[in-house]
């Protein structure tokens, strides 16, 4: 069977939301019926598997853990998975199935989106695709596909596949994928950016709603929102941005959720994606640090990039485009804690500066020795994304990644402000 969380009417202050047992996690939610289902989720990162193998999660929080990622290729009739992969794979199904959690598997991602325009681009590569992607759940015994092209009718990473008719093509791949035998019973998701799919147009669409006919649900990705792209240190994943100057609104949770429900998703069917992870900026202590606080938006020195989590200022990848950068200056909240910018219980190492944004509701360190700042997210903005959810009565939120958290901080904060109980 597989689990269900919950909405109940109750209360528990958040003091007690990291040490409440989840059964115990009620919570007033008067626009939701008690009955009403959530989806507790987050992704899998095969490639930290011997790091974080699966047994290790907090499965009995989660309602759905999604394993990422197969790859789209140049041929419909395959996806790639690397061996590391295809060993893990296994162990982690067998997992999910020993708690009652659903299963599913990622399709794309950042790197892994090149091929999706082709591969739905003609009536006989979709059923091709379709296909392949049926006997994947079927042999894995996987309980569902979540679909994540970044970006249809976009570039993405720089060098996907990409033509005006990708959305259009997207959702018949996936009227076609609801109607086949096997994925007629499969939940189906898709993450997608914070505003609504591409149209021929080079617009977002206007009107998304038929995708809500074949999708269970969309992950709403408010994260990457600020970065080493930008001119200025910004939010990662802001919650809110219409309360900042109109030069930093670049967009956040609330806008992202009033954009799709303007292009008539329904809200019901809305998950935020939320961050376990942040991003660092090398900010001089001048401009970094007024008056004995933390600037807000400051500007950075781009080049060279302070290097993040595990990396040192020589680490270099080569992406699927053939570009080779790096270091990324990415902490996962764990890594964060390794490194000594929080202590064990999430909040600020007695070294280090910090600022809680009251607009983005989201948290930033800096370390006055290194001038190194890190824009992130803490329990504190998990529990003000929380609140948001159950406010706005989305469907739930989905956390990248299952690997990032440390000791669940993130995550039972967030499960503490929705409210949600095991039933």
């Known amino acids: ?73 140049s041929d419909p009739g395959a996806v790639s998975i690397d061996s590391d992969g295809l060993v893990l794979l296994p162990k982690f199904v067998a997992q999910a199935k020993s708690h009652n959690v659903n299963a599913l598997i990622t399709i794309g991602g950042w790197t892994g989106s090149q091929f999706f ?56 791949f996936l009227q076609e994928l609801r109607l086949d035998p096997v ?21 977002p669409m206007s009107d998304v709603s038929a995708f809500a006919d074949s999708l269970d649900w969309i992950s709403l990705m408010v994260y990457d929102v600020w970065g080493s792209w930008s001119d200025v240190v910004g939010p990662n994943a802001p919650l809110a941005d219409s309360c900042a100057a109109a030069n930093l609104q670049q967009g956040s949770a609330e806008s992202a959720v009033a954009a799709w429900t303007a292009a008539k998703f329904p809200i019901d069917k809305l998950v935020l994606g939320v961050a376990a992870y942040g991003h660092s900026f090398s900010v001089s202590k001048n401009i ?23 990396e040192t200022a020589d680490t270099k990848t080569t992406d699927s485009c053939g570009v080779t950068s790096g270091p990324t200056g990415v902490f996962s909240f764990e890594g964060l804690v390794t490194a000594g910018y929080l202590t064990s219980t999430g909040s600020p190492a007695f070294n280090m500066l910090s600022r809680f944004d009251n607009c983005s509701q989201t948290p930033y360190v800096y370390n006055p020795s290194t001038s190194v700042e890190i824009s992130y997210d803490d329990a504190k903005s998990f529990a003000a994304k929380g609140s948001f959810i159950k406010e706005k009565a989305l469907k739930g939120f989905a956390m990248w990644h299952a690997a990032g958290d440390y000791k669940d901080i993130l995550l039972d904060s967030i499960i503490a402000a929705i409210g949600i109980v095991e039933c």
């Open 288 to 310: 970094a640090v007024v008056n004995s606080q933390l600037a807000p938006y400051p500007t950075f020195v781009k080049s060279p990039q302070t290097p993040g989590e595990g």
């Open 1 to 73: 069977m597989t689990k269900i969380l919950h909405l109940l009417l109750a209360s528990v202050p958040f003091a007690f939301a990291h040490h409440t047992p989840l059964k115990a996690r009620q919570i007033s939610k008067s626009l939701l019926s008690d009955d009403s289902e959530v989806v507790a989720a987050s992704w899998y990162p095969s490639w930290l598997g011997t790091k974080v193998p699966p047994e290790s999660l907090s499965w009995d929080k989660y309602t759905s853990v999604t394993f990422a990622f197969a790859l789209t290729t």
């Open 117 to 172: 325009s082709s591969n739905v681009a003609t009536a006989a590569n979709r059923t091709i695709f379709v296909k392949t992607l049926t006997q994947l759940v079927t042999k894995y015994q996987l309980d569902g596909l979540d679909f994540e092209w970044e970006y249809p009718n976009q570039s993405g990473i720089g060098c996907n596949v990409m033509s005006p008719s990708d959305s259009a093509n997207f959702l018949l």
């Open 183 to 203: 994925g007629s019973k499969l939940i189906i998701s898709a993450a997608a950016g914070i505003t609504p799919f591409t149209g021929s147009d080079g617009k």
